[in-house]
């Protein structure tokens, strides 16, 4: 691997891994670019997956330093995710790379409509007491979530995030902590699908996991909130350039 890739490749897991701590939607940047630079889509898809696996476990390490986390209800959330997400990864690494790549261009324009809408904007500081009925509505809902977290993975920080808006009040701090807590339990089991069907670059996905994992220390170090709008504007122009070239390429 040439070293101008290598350097793209780090920097890219370093904007991915801030971006998905501090909001969610880095996979619509690395996701693309690992199958720009050749990757099968499927290949790109289980690659990415320890990259992100590193990311969130080091953003769980730092959210609980600080005080931002709820081993129950992220519990709560985890294990129905974690069930969907093995039906997620068994559809990924058997679909087409044709058909992948349209769905990826879709789901990318389908993010950008949240990342618009910010969901996070309805958050506030207060809490509310769960109902049990609310649970099980909560439960149903991240299944879902890990189902499409098993399967293509990127833009799902935003899909919880406004599932989140939607189910409580938390804060947004509170709602990242169990955010990457939710990934990291779901990646790791969805990555064991794409590692038993060979679709993993290992050298590619460890030198992305330093850069992913370098992104989410500095994100969930500093506040949530910090430089949100020009996350927002890099992100919308990046899903609009990465969407069209996979449209493109899949025809």
Known sequence: MSLIKSIVIL????????????AGGGSLITLPLLIFLGLPAAVANGTNRLALLVENL??????????YFDYQFGLLLALPAVIGSLIGAQIAVSISEQLFNQLLAVIMFFMLILILWNPAKKMKSSEI?????RKLISALVF?????????????????IIAALSLLTNFSLVKI??????????????????????????WIIAILLALGNGTGSW????????????????????TVFLMAGYLFYRSF
């Open 143 to 159: 299944f879902l979530i890990g189902i499409y977290g098993g399967f293509m993975q990127a833009g799902v920080g935003i899909i």
């Open 218 to 237: 500095l994100a969930s170090t500093l506040a949530v909130e910090k430089g949100e709008k020009l996350v927002k504007l890099i992100l919308t122009i």
């Open 11 to 22: 920097l890219a897991g370093i904007s991915a891994g801030f971006i998905n701590t501090m």
């Open 129 to 133: 007491i769960f109902s049990r009925k």
């Open 58 to 67: 080091t953003a769980v390490t730092n959210f609980k330093v600080k005080g």
């Open 176 to 201: 990242n902590s169990l955010k990457v807590f939710v990934v990291a339990m779901y990646i790791f089991t969805s990555l064991s699908i794409f590692i038993f069907n060979s679709k993993v670059d």
